[in-house]
């Protein structure tokens, strides 16, 4: 009798990968672009900003370089099961390279919300050019709570890796669907299928990551409404830098839910329900993916000096009247305060 297959999913799509390398290739040339734009064109008031957000760009490119050519993880979904792809797959063992895909993931994320906090404090910070030492404690614990609050998931997700062979045979015992490639060494089970303690976990994950998002967004509004409560008589140029730092940390929040929060969700969800969705592997591939992606083009979407260097690399001419938000600010703040330590937003 011949073999009859049990898969759901287009396992091999060739026109899918090789498009995506296309692509790929070329999204890469952003990414030196934007080391360049954070090391030269970072204006001397960005301060100790300019290296939280280089930190950043450096994360974000070991991510690209991880999710798209050294390592590409692909799913199956609702499958417990995902494929490596990339080059190193010949080299490494895939479980040690999806490992190494978490972290990457991981670290790039917290550098994002340690890259947003500090925004948001120095925003609060504002009309304060001396914080009080009482301030600055605050502001560290502030940071290691950030830091945990990216970083706990890592563990746990590693930990609930299962023994490989127990996994795929229980699969196959259990489930009337999964992949026919199970047996290559690059497919590797992320999670067991039957552990009530797993499935915690997948759970609280998820919670992880929507609970990040709406931390984002709450904050930022936070930051705003205390910004204009301090601010009693407000210029237009004043009005026009808060509206401007509401609009961008919204937007930072959308993209956190674009493209790490809803890809993971419905990763996990998918699992913890069994339920098959089809076209969400593209899905989850493309959006997860492009997370770095989203990181380096939200540099000049959220930083007015990187921005106004790439209109003018592109020919855009800004008018006259267009000014610069920041610059306003900076010349607003020194009457305070000679020394203080002014970010263009």
């Known amino acids: ?65 991880g999710n798209v050519f050294f390592i590409d993880v692909y799913d199956f979904q609702p499958s417990v099961f995902v494929k490596i ?5 010949n080299y490494i063992h895939p479980i040690q390279l999806y490992q190494a895909y978490v972290i990457l993931e991981g670290i790039t994320e917290t550098s994002g919300l340690i890259l947003f906090t500090s925004r948001v404090l120095l925003i609060v910070d504002l009309y304060r050019p001396r914080p009080s ?41 259990t489930h009337e669907f999964y992949p026919d490639c199970i047996w290559d060494s690059n497919v590797i089970a992320i999670t067991s299928t039957d552990s009530t303690e797993e499935d915690v976990i997948c759970v609280l994950i998820v919670a992880n990551c929507v609970s990040i998002g709406f931390a984002i967004f709450i904050s930022a509004k936070i930051a ?24 961008r940390t919204i937007l930072q929040a959308i993209l956190y839910f674009t493209f790490c929060c809803v890809p993971f969700s419905v990763l996990y969800l998918t ?39 790439l209109m003018e690399l592109l020919g855009i001419k800004l008018r006259q009247k267009i000014s610069n938000a920041s610059t306003i600010l900076v010349e607003k703040v020194n009457t305070i305060s000679r020394n203080s330590n002014i970010v263009f937003i």
């Open 271 to 309: 699992i913890l329900l069994e339920v098959h969705i089809p076209g969400s592997t593209y899905f989850i591939d493309i959006f997860s993916e492009n997370h770095p992606t989203a990181c380096a083009v939200s540099l000049f979407l959220f930083y007015d000096p990187y921005q106004y260097y």
């Open 224 to 247: 705003f409404y205390m910004l204009s409560r301090r601010m009693i008589n407000q210029s237009e140029a004043t009005k026009k830098m808060h509206k401007k730092f509401n609009e």
């Open 133 to 173: 030492i009482q301030r600055r404690i605050c502001e560290f614990l502030i940071y290691c709570v950030v830091f945990a609050f990216g970083m706990w998931a890592i563990p746990m997700i590693i930990w609930q890796l299962p023994d490989q062979k127990f996994a795929k045979l229980n699969v196959i015992k």
């Open 1 to 65: 009798m011949a073999n009859e297959s049990h898969s759901i999913w287009n396992e091999n799509p060739e026109t899918y990968f090789t498009v995506k390398l296309v692509y790929s290739a070329f999204v890469t040339l952003i990414y030196p672009f934007a080391h360049y734009c954070v090391l030269a064109k970072s204006p001397k008031s960005f301060g100790l900003l300019k290296w939280i957000i280089y930190v950043h760009c450096i994360c974000f490119t070991c991510e690209w370089l």
């Open 85 to 89: 792809n990339g080059i190193l797959k």
